[in-house]
């Protein structure tokens, strides 16, 4: 069965940084675009970084430009989110996804594999 699993998250003082992980079972998600989104509390999700399936194309909400970037290792079928200068905006659950094209997207209607969540909280 395919699944996404993220891990990394936790409590971090504003200004800090963080690595979120998403690891890939039941299948090969290489040829898939890949992406990461958020939902605060009360809020509805959003789209935060996506990246093609070879790594060479990325792209990010404007919020997060500059402070996050976004990779990933095929060879170990995992993408990672690094976040650096957290601010108190960036707390919410983050969401790894598989989109169902090779390229990036940002688009959540063409992701089709979803973790569980991991939670961030960033304390001012």
């Known amino acids: ?3 996404l699993v993220e ?13 979120l992980s998403c690891a890939a079972s039941g299948r090969t998600f290489s ?3 890949m992406g990461w989104f ?27 430009k500059g402070r996050f970037t ?7 079928n995992t993408v990672y989110l690094h ?3 957290l601010k108190s905006e960036d707390t919410a659950v ?9 390229s ?6 063409w992701y089709v594999y979803w973790g569980q969540g991991t939670q961030v909280t960033v304390s001012s």
Do not use: H
């Not at 983050?94 to 090779?102: D, K, P």
């Open 83 to 85: 976040m650096n200068s």
């Open 104 to 109: 990036m997207t940002t688009q959540s209607q």
């Open 1 to 3: 069965q395919e699944q």
């Open 70 to 76: 976004i990779s990933r290792d095929n060879a170990n």
């Open 31 to 33: 040829n898939n675009a």
């Open 94 to 102: 983050y969401y790894c996804a598989a989109s169902r094209w090779a």
């Open 38 to 64: 958020r939902q605060a509390p009360g809020k509805e999700r959003e789209f935060v970084a996506t990246i093609s399936w070879n790594g060479d194309l990325t792209d990010f909400t404007n919020s997060v």
């Open 7 to 19: 891990s990394g998250g936790g409590l971090v003082q504003a200004g800090g940084s963080l690595r």
